[in-house]
């Protein structure tokens, strides 16, 4: 974006501006005085009733060490997003809330909004628990356990907060992985050498008989970790470092998870195998020299993969972590889908365009990459509300299967937004501004576009058109509201 486009481009951001103060603990006459503006200017600025400048887009750069991007984004506009999604559901629906205090609520009241989606998914979680397990239930304790929040979408919501991104954990991994360099050796090795050297740990490959169904297991009582043959070296490189992580840097892992999570044991335990697993990503592939290299690369995630060693998924999923400050990458999403449309990975380091509850359209490239497994697919996808989306899909297995039994197939989907399309190399030999972008849906209920062949459900919003005489493309006819 240019200087000039965003000179003439009114910024207004002042509940973000008031949450910077407010988490760096300073007053408004401080933070005015090293933005170099009026306290009484910052004070109209943090109730939007002035636009945030050029200016002071900068000192908030210079001072605090922030990306001028991160006031730019449509944060507000992926939250409006969301709620309106949660206003779809039967029991919300005829409130008819407008979308104009949807956008007043966004910007202003953030954590009453945050409140308001932790409470849905705890409905959704105790909803689905009812409809499925009715009869199993035969207590009160039981009933409160499942109108509990699911400790998985809390830790997920953790992540959504954090934009997928935890600089302390990628500085520790970076400083790590620059002293294995100087060694000369290949990183397992390297791995497995540290966790015997500093911590008595023995690091074996054992054979399917043995593993049976587990890929990683460290035995405490006779320190020795023992990880699968089933997975490829990428694999294997990435358990090792895993596990590396706990015994390096537990402290760190646990401070973070109490922290992020100051309430629940399982949403604890379950954030440290996220952070340890974030951790091992980040040494096999270095913050700078990942970054650096995919920029170099167009994000070319094949060549990446054989620069570090790295599988696919592993690639596509880091890809969504560079959110540091000082050397942002493209602000990506990803995916993982199977082949019936369940959602096993939804990751963001930007806006999110996608439902956070139930499956995908099926006009998305990413149920065709099924047809061809192996090919990476492209394509340019428009939403309803016409915003435009680079997509880039492909298959993968996670691990090898033994003959006979059941392989597990997943699609990858990796996005971002068209405005950073023309930095990747799937686009290079593309004409981006002629390319007809395929209209979809963010899901069935949500997506109101008629003459849809792949409909599987009518639109939550619109009331149902029901006419004996007549039978249209679409399964479902609905009425403008």
Not at 64 to 80: C, H, I, K, S, W
Not at 180 to 189: I, K, N, Q, R, V
Not at 289 to 310: N, P, Q, T
Not at 432 to 460: D, F, H, K, S, Y
Request: proline residues 5%; charged residues 25%.
């Amino acid at each position: 974006m240019t200087d000039q486009s965003v000179a003439s481009r009114k910024i207004f951001a002042g509940a973000r501006l008031k949450r910077l103060r407010r988490e760096r603990q300073i007053t408004q006459a401080r933070m005015a005085e090293e933005l170099e503006v009026s306290a009484s200017y910052l004070n109209l600025m943090e109730r939007n009733q002035r636009p945030i400048t050029v200016q002071v887009l900068i000192r908030l750069a210079d001072v605090y060490g922030l990306d001028p991007r991160e006031f730019m984004e449509g944060e507000a506009n992926q939250t409006v997003g969301e709620i309106e999604q949660l206003l779809t559901d039967p029991v919300l629906r005829d409130a008819g809330v407008p979308r104009a205090e949807v956008q007043d609520a966004a910007e202003n009241s953030p954590f009453l909004l945050a409140a308001m989606q932790r409470l849905y998914r705890a409905y959704v979680a105790a909803r689905e628990a009812s409809q499925t397990s009715l009869n199993e239930r035969a207590d009160a304790d039981r009933t409160e356990a499942i109108l509990r929040e699911s400790p998985v979408d809390r830790v997920r919501a953790v992540l959504h907060t954090q934009r997928n991104h935890f600089d302390d954990v990628d500085a520790a991994a970076e400083s790590l992985a620059s002293d294995f360099a100087l060694t000369g050796h290949e990183l397992f090795y390297a791995i497995s050498e540290h966790l015997r050297a500093r911590h008595g740990v023995r690091v074996r490959i054992l054979p399917l008989e043995v593993m049976g169904e587990r890929l990683r297991w460290y035995d405490h009582h006779r320190r020795q970790l023992m990880i699968s043959e089933i997975l490829d070296p990428p694999g294997r490189v990435f358990q090792a470092a895993h596990q590396l992580a706990f015994a390096d840097y537990d402290a760190l892992l646990n401070e973070i998870a109490v922290r992020l999570l100051p309430e629940g044991d399982v949403e604890r335990r379950l954030m440290r195998i996220t952070l340890a697993n974030y951790f091992a990503a980040a040494l096999m592939m270095p913050y700078g020299k990942f970054h650096e290299a995919a920029e170099l690369s167009g994000y070319d995630l094949d060549l990446l993969g054989a620069k570090f060693g790295a599988s696919y998924e592993q690639i596509a999923h880091r890809l969504t972590t560079l959110g540091r400050s000082t050397a942002r990458g493209i602000p990506f999403f990803m995916l993982r889908v199977d082949a019936a449309g369940n959602v096993s990975k939804r990751l963001a380091s930007g806006r999110f365009p996608f439902a956070q509850f139930g499956g995908t359209c099926a006009l998305w490239n990413l149920h065709a990459a099924f047809a061809e497994p192996g090919k990476v697919q492209t394509q340019v996808i428009e939403l309803t509300d016409n915003s435009r989306w680079f997509s880039i899909a492909r298959t993968v297995r996670p691990a090898v299967t033994p003959y006979g039994a059941i392989e597990a197939h997943y699609s990858i989907g990796l996005g971002c937004e068209m405005r950073y399309a023309s930095r990747l190399v799937y686009a290079k030999r593309l004409d981006l501004n002629a390319i007809e972008a395929t209209p979809i849906g963010v899901n069935c209920r949500l997506c109101e576009r008629t003459a849809c062949p792949q409909r599987a459900a009518p639109p939550a919003l619109r009331p149902l058109h029901v006419d004996e005489s007549m039978r249209t493309i679409a399964p479902f006819a609905f009425r403008e509201l």
